[in-house]
C-alpha cells in the first residue's frame, strides 16, 4: 500500500472518532502542518472530508453515502437490521451483532435508539474477544480447531478488575456459556459497561455471529439485562431462520 493511500486511511479512521484539527493530524503523521492541511484539503475535494467553521475537519457526506451504501451489500446486516433495530426500540438499549470475517470477530451492525449513551464499539471494527459477550459467544459455540485458530498466540490484556487474563480461566469461562447458551461481559472491558449476547446460527446450525444488548450499569446492571433474554432470543432465533436455519 502506498503511503499516500495508507495516511488517507488512517486520517479518515481519526475523524471517524471526532473532528480534528490540522495541528493533530500533523502531530499523529510527524508532519509540517501545512502537509496535513493539504491532505485533509484533498479528502475535501473528494467528498470525504468537510471542513468546520471552527476550522476542524470532520467526516464529508459523501463518505456517509459510500459507508451506507458497502453496509447494504453485507447479507448478515442486510438480514439481521430489522430485527436488531426492533429490538432496540422495544429495549430502548443498544444492540450489536458481530460475526467471523477473515480470521477475526468484527462488529457487523449497532443500534444506538434515540437518548442512549454512544459506545466505543464501532461497525467494521474487531471485536475484543476475552471481554465482549459476542466474542466469547461466539467462540464458546464454534467448533475446537477453528477457535483455536483465532486465539493463537492471544494476549488476554487485562483492562479492568474484572476482565479474564488468562487462556486457562478464558477456557473455563467458554465452557459455561456452552452450557447455559448465553454470554456475558460483567464490566470486564470498561467497568461501568455491561451486556448479555446469544449465538446465531446459519443454514447449516453453526455459529460465527452472535448479538448482544449492551447498557451502562448505572443504566441498567447485568441482573437487569438477563431479565431481557427472551427478547433476544427471540431475535437472534429469527435472525437464524432468515440465514437458512432450522430448529
Excluded at 432496540?88 to 449513551?117: F, M, N, Q, S
Excluded at 483492562?159 to 460483567?186: N, Q, S, V
Amino acid at each position: 500500500m502506498s503511503q499516500a493511500v495508507e495516511r488517507a486511511i488512517q486520517i479518515l479512521e481519526m475523524l471517524t472518532i471526532g473532528p480534528q484539527h490540522p495541528n493533530a493530524v500533523a502531530e499523529r503523521f510527524g508532519v509540517h502542518r501545512t502537509t496535513a492541511l493539504r491532505l485533509l484539503q484533498d479528502l475535501c475535494q473528494g467528498g470525504l472530508a468537510r471542513k468546520r467553521e471552527d476550522g476542524t475537519f470532520a467526516v464529508g457526506y459523501r463518505l456517509a453515502g459510500l459507508a451506507q451504501a458497502a453496509l447494504d451489500q453485507f447479507d448478515l446486516r442486510g438480514v439481521a437490521h430489522p430485527h436488531l433495530a426492533e429490538l432496540g426500540r422495544k429495549l430502548r438499549l443498544t444492540v450489536h451483532i458481530a460475526t467471523v470475517d477473515d480470521g477475526r470477530v468484527i462488529y457487523v451492525d449497532k443500534i444506538e435508539p434515540p437518548g442512549t449513551i454512544r459506545l466505543y464499539s464501532q461497525i467494521g471494527k474487531p471485536v475484543v474477544l476475552h471481554t465482549s459477550g459476542v466474542g466469547k459467544t461466539i467462540l464458546a459455540f464454534m467448533p475446537e480447531d477453528e477457535r483455536a485458530q483465532l486465539l493463537r498466540g492471544y494476549d488476554y490484556q487485562r483492562f479492568t478488575d474484572a476482565t479474564i487474563t488468562t487462556a486457562e480461566g478464558f477456557a473455563a469461562r467458554l465452557r459455561e456459556i456452552r452450557e447455559r447458551g448465553w454470554g456475558e461481559d460483567d464490566g470486564e472491558y470498561e467497568s461501568y459497561v455491561n451486556c448479555v449476547a446469544v449465538p446465531v446460527r446459519d443454514g447449516t446450525s453453526a455459529v460465527r455471529t452472535a448479538i448482544s444488548v449492551t447498557a451502562l450499569k448505572a443504566q441498567i446492571d447485568l441482573a437487569g439485562l438477563r431479565q431481557h433474554l427472551p427478547a433476544i432470543r427471540n431475535a437472534a432465533q429469527a435472525i437464524s431462520r432468515a440465514l437458512g436455519w432450522t430448529s
